[in-house]
């Protein structure tokens, strides 16, 4: 009797183990008791990444972020981390490589937006329960910024990716590079930084944006190829500023994907895997993001469906729901206070 007892509790607590499950490679929880198990572990993750370096030192980091990992996925919290292609930085290392626009920096810089000017969709009423761009082929296959601080670019083109799709009925993959190489003139300023309002004032001056596939991504910042100017490219009419509060998000992103920028500092954002995030961050706005639709779960939590530019192997296919209706005025990781869009009329000619 004692022994069928016992086969039995070990037989369901290593079913349970093996439940640990980490994107694409499983691990038994008995691994993460001893170094040598980790160190397999980590062997099979570089294996995964086709990561060649191995040193004690990043052997300490992954250790740290498979057991931050591992203990958050036991808490009870609306969302899942993963081990994911991230493992082998430290926070800071991660905020630095892959959120680097400096987002607050340079909306300080231009100062705040001018509230009483009266907004395209200030007056909207009836708004839909749901809404998913995506749906509507209106947004283009997650991206890779790669390790360039440029997401301000990759927030800009999909956002004009969208409102293009909408007006014109054609989802055109657009040049993020052009952007990095050619908006110079102005703050912004390629890799190390920028922001979107000033970039949809450039594509405005500049007759347009180029192609993605006619100006193709590099991952810096190279010479600024003019000749790539005013062909193959989708105009703007202007852009618009929204007030910071989560209704003008709302009614905007009820009309058309939107640029916004997040605080993505923090281990639970590096980690991501699904779920609504209600993790730990800030305000101070580091990254540049696209909100492309919101929704609520069925048990009624609300959330921003937000793109992303770091490959569709985080989050959610690269995407992320965040938590909306918060107390805070500047919403889950600050994404009510930086957001604008392009303005594109309908019947506007493309070149
Ligand atoms: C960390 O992992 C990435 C792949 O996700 C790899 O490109 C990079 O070289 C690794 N860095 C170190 C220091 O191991
Ligand atoms: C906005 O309008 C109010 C009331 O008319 C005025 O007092 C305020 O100065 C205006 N603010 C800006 C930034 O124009
Ligand atoms: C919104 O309503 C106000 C007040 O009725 C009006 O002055 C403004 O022009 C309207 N804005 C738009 C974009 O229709
Ligand atoms: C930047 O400014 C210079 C000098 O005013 C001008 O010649 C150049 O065309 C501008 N570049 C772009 C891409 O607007």
Redesign the pocket.
Known sequence: METITQKYFILSLSLLLVLGIVESFDYHEKELETDEGLLRMYDRWRGHHQVEQRSPERFNVFKYNLRHVHDTNKMNKPYKLKLNMFANMTNLEFTNTYANSKIGHYQALRGPPDCNK???Y??VTNLPLRVDWRKQNAVTPVKSQGTCGGCWAFATVAAVEGINAIRTGRLIRLSEQQLIDCDSNGSNRGCEGGAMEPAFTFIQEHGGLATEESYPYLAKRDKCDQAKFGHHSVTLDGMEELDGTAEALLKAVAHQPVAGAVDSSGNDFQFYKSGVFTGQCGTDLKHAITVVGYDETPEGMKYWIMKNSWTDKWGENGYMLVQRDVPEKEGRCGINKACSIPLQNPGTPNN
């Open positions: 009266s907004s395209t200030g007056n």
